[in-house]
């Protein structure tokens, strides 16, 4: 009988062994665990652990860090932050989990929770809507660091644990469109159509200010180096919807554009493109391998300059800034390779002179000589960048003679409508 019952025990506690097992190993259906990156960090730390750790650094094999992305590898946007966190994550040699598909919504402060509790010294989200969530966060959970991407209230909410970034990405739109006004002025030359044809299209998602700025900046930058050109904006209100992408895109086309660019975030609009042999400029990353004969360069925020800033401070026990701003100068704004066989002659020149005097501060995307708002130079434009609970515009933003974008905030604020650019709805 003694036999029997131990037999009974000892299968009781395989099977027990079993299912926790199968437990560990299927995560939430929202959240994405990296498991191959973390063992391999792992392994790092253990390495590195024969050091004796900086008195306020936390040992890497006691660190631990989490991401939160509004989408996965599906979307530009998130594929851009997702290959920044693991870039970072690897090169300090820390353990990191990454929770993909987190909504804009109370799922994000869920996650953000989930991460703290499982251990995460810090804790990034990557979306505008996920901000009010991970403050919710940052107040239950002082001991945990909490950064988020394009938000506006770190500088104004004071928690010593809760920080914006951002970067000036309208300086890497505007060399994009410097790239767009170069193959116009090709497609000009060539007889294709005429100088007063030269007519670009832009997918926005919603007329929040980031994307105001980008297109507009991307504007500038193709007017510059072709000085007839037009634009039309359409905007889908959303941030990743393949089919309204490819629709805003087609309509832009339909209306005479010659070239497109995006704020969107699915492969949409370059692949409207493509089918129309219509040049394109995408956003976050290239599109070259599925637009070889479309596509023309993209600009992107590289997020790993920051996130190793704010992971090693944490590390370190430094304060994080509570709004950073990443410029060229970083690394933070750049641009993936041009398409060597679709860009013009001549662009790789215009581009790098063009970085150069902007680096300098030589030149100025939103300088006020190079557009006009209802047919006015600007002498003056009042900014709301201090997220106070009317939304007042009560910061002059034209120093001078242009308009200081990410001077006085990192996340954009500028938000007129200049002379030259059409919008073709403003529903969202």
């Not at 001991?143 to 970067?167: I, R």
């Not at 493109?273 to 004969?293: F, K």
């Not at 933070?332 to 662009?347: D, H, P, Q, R, Y």
Request: glycine letters at 6%.
């Amino acid at each position: 009988m003694k036999k029997i019952i131990a037999l009974l025990l000892a299968l009781v506690m395989v099977f027990a062994l079993v299912a926790c097992a199968a437990k560990t190993d299927a995560p939430a259906e929202e959240t994405k665990t990296e498991t191959a990156a973390t063992e391999t960090a792992t392994e790092e730390k253990t390495e590195e652990a024969t050091e004796e750790p900086a008195a306020e650094t936390a040992a890497p094999a006691d660190f631990k860090v989490g991401f939160i992305m509004l989408h996965d590898e599906n979307s530009t946007y998130d594929l851009n932050f997702i290959n920044g966190a693991k870039e970072a994550a690897e090169a300090l040699g820390v353990e990191y989990v990454i929770k993909t598909n987190v909504p804009e919504g109370q799922e994000c402060y869920d996650a953000a929770a989930d991460l703290a509790d499982a251990g995460c010294n810090i804790v990034f989200a990557d979306s505008f809507g996920h901000e009010d969530y991970m403050i919710q966060a940052a107040k239950e959970f002082p001991d945990v660091q909490f950064c988020h991407s394009t938000g506006t209230k770190a500088h104004t909410e004071n928690l010593a644990n809760y920080h914006n970034a951002f970067a000036s990405i309208y300086e890497g739109r505007y060399l994009a469109g410097i790239v767009a006004g170069m193959k116009l002025n090709e497609m000009i030359e060539a007889g294709e159509f005429t100088a007063e044809e030269a007519k670009i299209g832009y997918v926005g998602a919603f007329t929040y200010a980031e994307v105001i700025s980008g297109y507009t900046s991307f504007f500038l930058g193709a007017r510059s180096v072709c000085p007839t050109v037009t634009m039309e904006v359409t905007f889908t209100g959303s941030w990743y919807d393949e089919t309204a992408e490819k629709e805003g895109a087609q309509k832009l086309i339909n209306n005479g554009c010659k070239l497109i660019s995006q704020h969107a975030d699915s492969m949409g609009a370059p692949t409207a493109c493509e089918t129309a042999g219509v040049p394109d400029v995408s956003y976050n990353g290239s599109t070259m391998a599925a637009c070889p004969n479309t596509y023309l360069v993209s600009s992107r925020i590289d997020w790993a300059p920051y996130y190793k800033y704010a992971i090693s401070a944490a590390m370190n026990g430094e304060p994080i800034d509570a709004d950073w701003t990443g410029t060229l100068a970083t690394g933070s704004v750049v641009l993936t390779e041009l398409n060597e066989n679709v860009v013009a002659a001549g662009t790789a020149e215009a581009v790098e002179a063009a970085k150069a005097e902007l680096e300098a501060g030589t030149r100025h995307v939103y300088d006020v000589t190079t557009f006009t708002v209802d047919g006015q130079q600007l002498t003056s434009s009042m900014a709301d960048v201090d997220t106070d609970a009317d939304y007042t515009p009560d910061t002059e933003a034209i120093v001078d003679g242009y308009f200081a974008e990410s001077t006085f905030r990192s996340a954009p604020y500028f938000q007129l409508n200049i002379d030259g650019i059409t919008l073709l709805d403003t529903a969202f």
